[in-house]
């Protein structure tokens, strides 16, 4: 399967993960044990790929990263 390109990255969310990830004080590591525990298994240097838009985000990670990061789906895809 081709995972192509939108505006040169590989998600829309990357920059309101990490904004929303910093405002909680969590570190990538952090972030990516919480998001284990929600049953999404990824790696901190998966979370950084993400954060810089190198890496496709499911929508079950997405759901997940919203859940986490208390913020609604709408506000990663910078719909709010």
Do not use: H, W
Not at 2 to 14: E, L, R, T, V, W
Not at 47 to 64: H, K, N, P, Q, W
């Amino acid at each position: 399967m081709k995972i192509y390109d939108f505006n040169g990255s590989k998600n829309i969310c990357g920059g309101r993960v990490k904004e929303a990830r910093k405002k909680l004080k969590l570190s990538q590591d952090n972030l990516a044990a919480k998001l284990q525990i929600e049953g999404v298994i990824i790696e901190r240097d998966s979370v950084s790929r993400i954060e810089i838009g190198t890496r496709f985000v499911a929508d079950y990670e997405l759901l997940a990263l919203s859940k986490v990061l208390n913020v609604s789906p709408e506000y990663l895809l910078g719909m709010e």
